[in-house]
């Protein structure tokens, strides 16, 4: 170790002169604080101290291996009989990297990183100060300046009475200094249901409780910064839907005769933004109103109930065949000429009920998209909807908008044409298979086993394969043009979908399909499986032990385990390994994207196959239990009947959570170890994850 020491030190200050030739200091900033401001003589407080660290430079945390080269972080305190320390010191959630220099994982902290510390209080007004050392590195020069700060905490009031968690170290104890996370070790699950824990200086489980809201509260708002990036993803995918519509047939043509009429009209800039802003005000009303009529009720329903998924896989396909030429939707013809001659009338409320007009008009070509968008958007949601359609009308309005103020780019505009039906076949090609995923949910939940993985497959290159034919001209929908010969953007798109194609075929006989993964039923749907793999697999399930439900559920890659909450618990209880919960779903995207491409990975498979007992929770199955196995909830006062009802029962009632993939590690009674972990596609940190919950099962 000091070997290994020496040399981060001469690393840091060879660097230190070549780069700056001059006494650099670390780029880090401190703050000493207590947990709680006030404690009782006896009680036990955490010291919480946070770096603040500078902007392209991190800090190393203090749990991994102190041997591997760079410098911990560590506190040395100046020991006297007012206080007493508790524990090890628990970095709060760093982040993990291999650093090729030092052949090893290293944790680290950028902009922030926080330790806690748990000390027990044993004097009116302890004194409680020591040293830091520390090291913080550059991402961009890759220079390494080592700290050394004094520290000094202050402010805490010590009020009388005795406390209550005397002789109770082991609250507030620091699991193995590998592992931050196993500070958590086995809180009960039931504690996360109160999500406004207060602490209470008598309370004998205030850490234990305060680490349980924290890590809830972690949970929570990694969650809601997920939504939030998908919720922006889904505004960009409408935005560049509203640019899609403009190239079709419908509305295409219709941009320079809107335009020609606001150059000719006094005002016609402002009437051109007013025109602009309408359009958007329109579609952004039938969001709202989407939005109202889908309520948080709904959400289950919407997502898993066979009525709304083949209703919607029957919306996508009556869609795609309207867009490659079947037949035209359109509006009454009575309702659209109304506006049209209100259109006729002139000044702002004429501009407004022109808007409504080409809302109308492009009808035919835009509905199937906005349709797609609503749908894309059904489940419980209130502001995907709105989002949605207010995205999807600013790309459409923009260019209206912006002709008008500009009409001498009307002139670089390419004129209309037969490439405007290409547009809208393409279109209809796609939602035909987008179609598909709708019906595939509804067959998954209900066992119906009508669309598995190889008959989906099937679907898929037989429709892609058709587009690529289209697009070299060798089919013709009724309303396109005579091809005579293909142009080069057209011979580039077919080269990406025959490829396309070509990459799915061996998925009818067991490829993985990664980039497939989630759009896809399940790789155990397949009849043939040439990569199932049959020789060398041992189980890891007692032979002749029941499991239920094994009939309906597979796990993937020919792992083996539960599909019963008590059963994996009483079997993991029997074979003393701690219980790997997956609350998965049939619909859920993200968990099948899980599945292929981080359980795939040989360092997950093997802790899962052999450090746990792994139990498959669905919380959309619809298969209906025997009456004697009905309860009511104390969630919502409802009877849960069916399997995926009761799992998704348990998930809130006991973990506080309803998301999907959703990952707990619990020992024999159904107690957490370590913080939940949700979608995370890097392999090492789930690997990690299994790690940290073997550690503290073995404590």
């Known amino acids: 170790m000091k070997r290994r020491l020496l040399i981060s030190l001469v ?66 305190f100046e020991k006297n009989n007012t206080f007493e320390v508790v524990g090890k010191l628990k970095p709060q959630n760093p982040k993990e990297k291999f650093e090729e220099v030092w052949g090893g994982k290293v944790r680290y902290f950028e902009g922030k990183g926080v330790f806690k510390q748990t000390v027990k209080i044993l004097a009116d007004n302890p004194v409680i100060k020591g ?71 008598g309370d004998a489980d205030t850490l234990a409780q305060a680490e349980a809201a924290a890590t809830l509260s972690q ?194 505009l390419p004129k209309s044409g037969g490439w405007l039906n290409t547009v809208k076949v393409v279109l209809g090609f796609l939602e035909l298979a987008l179609a598909l995923k709708f019906f595939s949910i509804a067959d998954q939940v209900y066992h119906w086993r009508l669309l598995d993985r190889e008959i989906y497959l099937a679907f898929w290159i037989v429709i892609f394969g058709l587009l690529g034919f289209y697009l070299l001209g060798k089919i013709r929908t009724p309303h396109d043009s005579p091809l005579e010969k293909v142009s080069v953007p057209r011979l580039l798109l077919s080269i990406v979908t025959f490829t396309f194609v070509v990459y799915m075929i061996p998925g009818m006989w067991g490829a993985p399909l990664k980039a497939l993964a989630g759009y896809l039923p399940p790789q155990s749907t397949l009849d043939f499986d040439l990569n199932k793999r049959t020789a060398g697999v041992v189980s890891n399930i007692i032979p002749g032990e029941t499991r239920k439900y094994a009939d309906l559920f597979h796990l993937p890659h020919e792992l083996e385990g539960f599909f019963d909450y008590k059963d994996a618990l009483a079997y993991a209880k029997k074979v003393n390994k701690p219980v790997f919960i997956d609350f998965t779903g049939h619909g859920c995207v993200n968990c099948r994207e899980m599945e292929a491409r981080v359980w795939v990975d040989p360092a997950v498979q093997q802790r899962l196959r052999n450090d746990y007992v792994i139990v498959a929770l669905y919380v959309d199955d619809k298969t209906e239990l025997p009456e004697a196995s009905w309860y ?24 506080n959570n309803n998301a999907q993939p959703h990952y707990c590690l619990v020992d024999h009674e159904g107690n957490l170890l370590v913080k939940p972990k949700n979608y995370d596609l890097d392999p090492a940190n789930f690997a990690a994850f299994l790690d940290s919950g073997k550690a503290a099962f073995g404590k």
Not at 60 to 66: E, G
């Open 632 to 655: 009511t909830s104390k969630y919502d006062n409802k009877i849960k009947k069916t399997i995926g009802a009761q799992n998704a029962d348990l998930q809130i009632v006991k973990y």
């Open 219 to 412: 949970t929570l708002s990694s969650e809601d910064e997920s939504a939030d990036k998908s919720l922006w993803g889904f505004a960009l995918a409408a935005f560049l839907s509203g640019l899609v519509a403009l190239l079709t047939p419908c509305v295409f043509p219709i941009i320079p005769m809107t335009v020609s009429y606001f150059t000719n009209q006094e005002k016609g800039k402002l009437k051109a933004f007013i025109y602009g802003i309408s359009i958007v005000l329109i579609y952004t009303l039938i969001g709202t109103v989407v939005s109202r009529l889908n309520g948080p009720a709904f959400a289950n329903f919407l997502s898993t109930h066979w009525i709304p998924n083949l209703l919607f896989f029957a919306i996508f396909f009556v869609f795609g065949l309207s867009f490659l030429g079947l037949f035209e939707i359109v509006l009454p013809s009575g309702f659209v000429n109304k506006m049209d001659q209100k259109a006729d009338q002139g000044g702002y409320a004429g501009v407004f009920f022109m808007a409504f007009t080409l809302v109308l008009v492009s009808f035919s070509c835009t509905g199937p998209i906005v349709g797609s968008l609503l749908v894309a958007s059904a489940g419980g949601e209130v502001v995907k909807p709105i989002i949605g359609m207010a995205s999807f009308s600013a790309a459409f309005a923009i260019p209206f908008t912006l002709f008008a103020l500009f009409p001498q780019w009307l002139k670089s």
């Open 131 to 201: 040293s830091s050392e520390y090291q913080t590195c550059s991402h961009v020069t890759g220079l390494c300046i080592p700290g050394n700060d004094d520290f000094e905490f202050k402010g805490l009031k010590v009020v009388a009475g005795a406390a209550t968690n005397d002789a109770q170290p082991t609250v507030g104890k620091t699991e193995s200094p590998t592992d931050s996370s196993s500070s958590v070790a086995a809180v009960p699950a039931d504690a996360l249901a109160d999500t406004s824990l207060t602490i209470n200086a």
């Open 11 to 76: 690393l840091c200050l060879f660097f230190s002169q070549s780069v700056f030739a001059q006494l650099q200091k670390a780029k880090a900033h401190w703050t000493y604080t207590f947990s709680k401001p006030e404690a009782k003589k006896g009680e036990t407080v955490d010291l919480v101290f946070t770096a603040i660290v500078d902007k392209d430079w991190y800090i190393y945390s203090s749990d991994f291996d102190p041997d591997l080269g760079p410098m911990l972080t560590t506190f040395n």
